[in-house]
């Protein structure tokens, strides 16, 4: 098992920054892949961006590129997103979640809320 705690949400003006940082803990595989994912109020969960453990290549979402960075510390078995140039729109619920590419995203944080003012 797997236990993902997130941090770092809280509420900005439009143009801020924000950090987000995921501890995880337990039986954790340098394939594994940390994913960030978002919900805003009556949408769908959308995924953010992701970075394998082993290697550190990223991906991102096309309406986040550019201005989000993901990162880890695996000494702190800790991924951060750093938020760049917010938006009212990047207000959502943020979730860590990682998982092997066989099982998919296996295992969840219980999510951050970021909310942006403009």
Do not use: H
Not at 35 to 53: C, D, L, N, S, Y
């Amino acid at each position: 098992q797997v236990q993902l705690v997130e941090s770092g949400g809280g509420l900005v003006q439009a143009g801020g920054s924000l950090r987000l940082s995921c501890a995880a803990s337990g039986r954790m595989f340098s394939s594994y892949v940390m994913g960030w994912f978002r919900q805003a109020p009556g949408k769908e969960r959308e995924f953010v961006a992701a970075i394998r453990w082993s290697g550190g290549s990223t991906s991102y979402a096309d309406s986040v590129k550019g201005r989000f960075a993901v990162s880890r510390d695996n000494a702190k078995n800790t991924v951060y997103l750093q938020m760049y140039s917010l938006k009212p729109e990047d207000t959502a619920v943020y979730y860590c979640a990682t998982g092997s590419d066989l099982t998919g995203y296996k295992f969840w944080g219980q999510g951050t809320q970021v909310t942006v003012s403009s």
